[in-house]
Nanobody, 112 residues
Framework: QVQLVESGGGSVQPGGSLRLSCAAT????????VGWFRQAPGKEREGLAY????????YYANSVKGRFTISQDKFKNTLYLQMDSLKIEDTAMYHC?????RGQGTLVTVSS
């Protein structure tokens, strides 16, 4: 059974940092493009970052470029999203996804 499980979300003040993880079972991550997206209440889904199979080519949405970093650990079959300089508008449910598979998400709340 293919499963993606996100973790690492939580509550943080503006300017803080969080590191999200996405652990995969039943599928080998990185055999295809894999990435992160988020969805906040009342807002459209937003693609944030993805990493190609070469492990080096990355893409970032303008809203997070320079603040978020996507990375991978092939041995752990895990994807990460390091989020720095968090803003209130980063509050959302964060999901990892590969092809048509997505996890349940982890909630990130940024508030003062």
């Amino acid at each position: 059974q293919v499963q993606l499980v996100e973790s690492g979300g939580g509550s943080v003040q503006p300017g803080g940092s969080l590191r999200l993880s996405c652990a995969a079972t039943g599928v080998t991550l990185f055999k295809s493009c894999v990435g992160w997206f988020r969805q906040a209440p009342g807002k459209e889904r937003e693609g944030l970052a993805y990493i190609r199979t070469d492990g080096a080519t990355t893409y970032y949405a303008n809203s997070v470029k320079g603040r978020f970093t996507i990375s991978q650990d092939k041995f752990k079959n895990t994807l990460y999203l390091q989020m720095d300089s968090l803003k209130i508008e980063d509050t959302a449910m964060y999901h990892c996804a590969q092809s048509a598979t997505r996890g349940q998400g982890t909630l990130v709340t940024v508030s003062s």
